[in-house]
């Protein structure tokens, strides 16, 4: 793991802690520092984390908070909606992708 992929993981889990505090307002801040440093080193958001926040608004998303999640079993797909801007972002149930 290289110290960027780290430092990723430790920001979304701070996210993670500040959303359930109620702080959406630092989860977010969280998410945009992660994010940053992912394009700065060039290192990809983790594929568990890349579904936690919203692409459109960057808002850190909790299922049943801010996010609604729907899954189409027909397509095998899950779908996110995020509630605070309405993006709608859709991830395979299988392998995690993200699908377009
Ligand atoms: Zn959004």
């Known amino acids: ?17 500040k959303a359930s505090d109620n702080r959406q307002d630092l989860a977010d801040r969280y998410v945009e520092l992660a994010r940053k440093i992912g394009m700065k080193a060039q290192q990809p958001i983790p594929a568990e984390w890349k579904r936690r ?41 299988k392998q995690g992708e993200e699908e377009k």
Do not use: H, W
Request: hydrophobic residues 30%; proline residues 2%; charged residues 30%.
């Open 1 to 17: 793991m290289s110290i960027a992929e780290e430092r990723i993981e430790r920001l979304f889990e701070i996210a993670e802690e």
């Open 53 to 93: 926040y919203c692409g459109d608004c960057g808002a850190f998303l909790t299922p049943g908070k801010n996010c609604r999640v729907r899954i189409n079993s027909k397509r095998e797909q899950k779908i996110y909606t995020c509630e605070n801007c309405g993006n709608i972002q859709r991830y395979g149930l």
